[in-house]
């Protein structure tokens, strides 16, 4: 394999968490172990439910925080410090797209100049140059020149998010972190908005983080899909095998709750509470909710290993001829 761009190892991030105002501080480990490599060019979709630990993952990845354990390696060299001189000279080459891009644009300056703000703080091109920049990326995202005059309040929400990816791509990073990009937005844009990740994608050739909490999203963009639960990955592969045949119960579980108009498809119910991050179950973290929990799930943790078909996957049961299947309500 070839350097990758992104190459995390090992990451463990705990935050301390008080239940009360009285109440002792328990440890919250978001991430328990998350190790993650994306190619240059590559889309890597990242899924699970809300507290799984996705986002946290996504602020490692980009050096917003530093890992407990565990390291991240960018374009083959260690992460340097957040805030440090290094760190903002780097933070031109990866960018962020938040899930709201209301509260990420600043209502105070126009779309135009907020575009033009990543040149101006990099240093990219003199001042006259920067307008026909801007012009340029508001025309690869969809926007007309001429909106560029608008603040982000005479904006729709598809607009604005479009506004937040010319922003994110002016100073041609090689990688994008995006947040549940499109969950704040209106279904009937959420098409168009996704269409336009694969165009930039196609155009640019940056690598994309792809975090959502929607299998059906993450396919359409992403060359590999990685499922987490409780700060684990559980599952990792091709997004076509992983939606069509999925191999860790947990999987089973979120792809039989994505609607199928006119198939009779039948969801499987998982039992017990959602998950907390401050009580973790000893062995496989999924085991109080798993069907097809055997004895071995209550004390032994499963490794994330690869299978006869070449995807990876952390089940006592899964590396087998056949998966363990769930069964649907
Ligand atoms: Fe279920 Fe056991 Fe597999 Fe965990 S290891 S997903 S509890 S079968």
């Known amino acids: 394999m070839n350097t990758p761009l992104i190459d995390a190892k090992n990451l463990v991030?705990?935050?301390?968490?008080?239940?009360?105002?009285?109440?002792?501080?328990?440890?919250v480990r978001a991430l328990d172990g998350v190790s993650l490599h994306i190619a240059a060019g590559e889309t890597l979709g990242l899924v699970g439910e809300s507290g799984c630990g996705k986002s946290t993952t996504g602020r490692l990845v980009l050096g917003l925080e530093r890992p407990d354990q565990g390291?991240?390696?960018?374009?083959?060299?260690?992460?340097?410090?957040?805030?440090?001189?290094?760190?903002?000279?780097?933070?031109?080459?990866?960018?962020?797209v938040w899930q709201d891009p209301l509260g990420a644009l600043?209502?105070?300056?126009?779309?135009?100049?907020?575009?033009?703000?990543?040149?101006?703080?990099?240093?990219?091109?003199?001042?006259?140059?920067?307008?026909?920049?801007?012009?340029?990326?508001?025309?690869?995202?969809?926007l007309r020149p001429d909106q560029g005059s608008r603040y982000p309040h005479e904006l729709s929400g598809g607009?604005?998010?479009?506004?937040?990816l010319a922003r994110a791509i002016a100073t041609d990073p090689r990688l994008l972190v995006c947040d549940e990009p499109i969950s704040a937005l209106d279904v009937s844009i959420q098409a168009q908005v996704?269409?336009?990740?694969?165009?930039?994608?196609?155009?640019?050739?940056?690598?994309?983080?792809?975090?959502?909490?929607?299998?059906?999203?993450?396919?359409?963009?992403s060359q590999r899909v990685a499922v987490m639960y409780l700060g684990r990955i559980v599952e990792e592969g091709e997004p076509?095998?992983?939606?069509?045949?999925?191999?860790?119960?947990?999987?089973?579980?979120?792809?039989?709750?994505?609607?199928a108009p006119g198939k009779g498809k039948k969801r499987i119910v998982l039992q017990g509470d959602p998950?907390?991050?401050?009580?973790?179950?000893?062995?496989?973290?999924?085991?109080?909710?798993?069907?097809v929990a055997v004895a071995a799930c209550r004390s032994e943790v499963p490794a994330?290993?690869?299978?006869?078909?070449?995807?990876?996957?952390?089940?006592?049961?899964?590396?087998?001829?056949?998966?363990?299947l769930m069964r649907a309500a």
């Open 194 to 221: 996704m269409n336009l990740f694969v165009e930039l994608q196609q155009k640019f050739g940056m690598a994309i983080l792809f975090i959502s909490h929607d299998l059906r999203a993450v396919r359409q963009v």
């Open 304 to 324: 994330l290993k690869p299978r006869h078909d070449g995807r990876l996957v952390a089940c006592h049961l899964a590396h087998g001829d056949a998966a363990p």
């Open 275 to 291: 998950p907390n991050p401050a009580d973790r179950p000893p062995g496989c973290p999924f085991h109080p909710r798993c069907a």
């Open 71 to 96: 390291s991240v390696i960018f374009e083959g060299a260690p992460m340097p410090e957040p805030g440090s001189a290094e760190w903002r000279s780097m933070r031109a080459r990866m960018q962020m």
């Open 13 to 27: 991030r705990r935050y301390e968490m008080r239940r009360g105002i009285f109440g002792k501080p328990v440890e």
């Open 159 to 164: 607009q604005r998010q479009r506004a937040v």
């Open 240 to 259: 076509d095998a992983v939606l069509h045949d999925p191999a860790h119960p947990y999987s089973q579980a979120l792809v039989s709750a994505i609607p």
């Open 106 to 142: 600043d209502r105070r300056l126009t779309i135009g100049e907020q575009i033009m703000e990543p040149l101006a703080i990099h240093n990219l091109g003199t001042p006259a140059e920067r307008p026909a920049r801007r012009d340029a990326l508001m025309q690869a995202v969809g």
